[in-house]
C-alpha cells in the first residue's frame, strides 16, 4: 500500500497525462453526481442513456489512471534494483570482513537494504525528470 500511495503522489505532482485524467474523472462525478451512489451505494440505480456513457468514460479515464501507476510502479522497482544491488554488494563484503558474523549482519543488512529503498526511489524521481 506504501508503494501505490508513493506512486499516486508522484503522479498527481509530475505527470501531466495523469493529472488531465483525474480532473476530467472529477469533472464526470460532478456533472453526473448519480454515478457517485452507483460507486458507493449497494442499491439498484437506473441510468439513463447519457449517463451510462458518463459511466462508461469514467470506468475507461479510471483505467487509463490504473495504466499510468502500474507503469510506475514498474519503473520504482526497476529504480529499486539498482541500490538493491549495491546492497546487496555491500552486504557480501561486510560477511567476508566479519567472517560470517550473521548477528551483526541482520541489523546491518536491514539498515543498508532501507537506505537503498529510499535511494532508490529519489534515484527513479531524478530520472524521471531528466
Known amino acids: 500500500m506504501d508503494v501505490d500511495k508513493r506512486i499516486v503522489e508522484y503522479l498527481k505532482e509530475h505527470n501531466q497525462e495523469y493529472m488531465d485524467l483525474g480532473k476530467e474523472v472529477d469533472k464526470i462525478l460532478d456533472d453526473y453526481p448519480i454515478l457517485s451512489q ?43 534494483m539498482i541500490p538493491y544491488m549495491i546492497v546487496m554488494s555491500q552486504i557480501e563484503r561486510k560477511l567476508e570482513k566479519d567472517n560470517g558474523n550473521y548477528k551483526e549482519l541482520k541489523k546491518t543488512q536491514k539498515d543498508l537494504f532501507m537506505k537503498g529503498l529510499r535511494d532508490g526511489y529519489k534515484l527513479a524521481q531524478i530520472l524521471k525528470e531528466e
Not at 58 to 73: A, T, V, W
Request: net charge negative.
Open 38 to 80: 452507483l460507486l458507493d451505494k449497494e442499491n439498484a440505480i437506473t441510468l439513463t442513456e447519457e449517463q451510462h456513457k458518463a459511466y462508461r468514460k469514467y470506468i475507461f479515464l479510471k483505467e487509463d489512471m490504473e495504466n499510468l501507476e502500474r507503469s510506475g510502479r514498474y519503473l520504482m522497482g526497476q529504480a529499486d
